[in-house]
């Protein structure tokens, strides 16, 4: 459990035409486009979202390629609200992405680096495990774009269920494409991604907030003079934690972490992530010794949580854990964040890039531990 600390005032070419399932592989990709488009997803990676760069290498190489294209759309989708002038616009953006996504789940892909290795990895994954197995990640997917769709304009959330509920709808989503690319339809390794996507999406939240409270740039015309900004200041804290603890969103705008009451907002928040994380590691503790997870799964019995009635077994939910470790380790970067955003007492300000997380990561692996 996190501790406050108090102290005076408040001091985040073979030619993919030789398919087996034509509905699928229609798209004509080379080997060379294929590559491609994998460097082109691994640079955005490394320059934009570098835990998924480090994270990518210890995903089982079934789903890496899936991997990669659906953290590059994440990280572009994300960019979306910073990158355009308007929400009209970025919901034009998104329409794009959802009318690709059908484009590249039917067989003919644009040719654009993403939907090139999406198209790839559902080619494989169809091949591995039938046409039907890839319905799942369509699914997935769609509902991850459309929940960015909604979080277009950057208005703080409603409640702190509302941020866990976004986060189940992106973080936790994107672990369970990745899952689903392997594939592995696992209720306890859906149960771990919900809450450890949870706490992800709440830890993004945190660390954009200094990101997103700073004013905006100005958009350059052809002749170098402002023609708007691409947005508007926000706080995206939620506004029930904002009302406990009396924190203003002008405050934090024109006094940025030493705004009357941040840091005691942020602990709020942060600590509901960190019981996710909490929750999680009880969970894996509980499963890894054979016994049950401790708490019924909620999501289970909804679209694409329907599972077995009858359960794999001990032997069998070890062997899931194992294959679907790698996906877990989302769980490190999140924890890591946590524990410095605890030593700089809840100050997000005051948090840069972490050089340990590299090793972190590479421990939670050999020690099957998150």
């Not at 985040?12 to 030789?18: D, F, G, V």
């Not at 970025?90 to 329409?95: A, K, L, M, P």
């Not at 940025?256 to 929750?279: M, S």
């Not at 009880?282 to 599972?307: F, Q, R």
């Amino acid at each position: 459990m996190f501790s406050r600390s108090r102290p005076v005032g408040h001091g985040l070419k073979r030619a993919s035409c030789l398919y087996k399932t034509p509905s699928l592989r229609r798209g004509i990709s080379t080997e060379a486009d294929i590559e491609q488009a994998r460097k082109y997803c691994l640079n955005q990676l490394r320059q934009g979202d570098y835990d998924a760069y480090l994270i990518r290498q210890f995903v089982p190489r079934s789903a890496r390629d899936a991997y990669d294209a659906i953290r590059t759309l994440n990280l572009e989708l994300a960019r979306l609200p910073e990158s355009v002038s308007s929400p009209t616009i970025g919901q034009f953006r998104t329409q794009f992405w959802k009318d690709t996504v059908a484009r590249t789940f039917a067989g003919n892909p644009p040719r654009e680096p993403i939907s090139i290795l999406l198209h790839k990895a559902i080619g494989d994954l169809s091949d591995r495990a039938g046409p039907s197995s890839t319905n799942s990640l369509k699914f997935w997917l769609l509902r991850m774009i459309k929940t960015r769709e909604q979080h277009m304009e950057n208005k703080p959330f409603i409640s702190l269920a509302a941020l866990e509920e976004y986060g189940e709808n992106t973080y936790a989503t994107l672990m369970y494409v990745t899952l689903a690319a392997m594939p592995l339809h696992s209720v306890h390794m859906d149960h771990l991604a919900s809450h450890i996507g949870k706490a992800c999406g709440i830890v993004a939240t945190l660390r954009g907030l200094p990101i997103l409270a700073a004013p905006s740039q100005p958009i350059r015309g052809p002749a170098g003079s402002s023609v708007g900004n691409t947005r508007n200041p926000a706080v995206l804290l939620p506004l029930d934690i904002m009302a406990e603890v009396g924190l203003r969103e002008e405050d934090v705008f024109r006094k940025g972490p030493n705004a009357e009451g941040l840091q005691d907002a942020v602990f709020r928040v942060a600590t509901r992530a960190n019981d996710h994380l909490i929750t999680a590691r009880e969970m894996l503790k509980n499963l890894k010794a054979g016994e049950s997870p401790g708490h019924d799964y909620e999501h289970e019995g909804e679209a694409e949580h329907v599972y077995s009635e009858s359960p794999a077994g001990s032997d069998g939910t070890a062997s899931d854990l194992r294959r679907g470790f790698g996906v877990l380790l989302e769980s490190v970067p999140a924890a890591d964040y946590l524990q410095r955003l605890e030593g700089a007492n809840f100050d997000p300000f005051q948090l840069g890039t972490s050089w340990k997380l590299p090793w972190k990561i590479w421990r939670a692996l050999k020690t099957e531990r998150i």
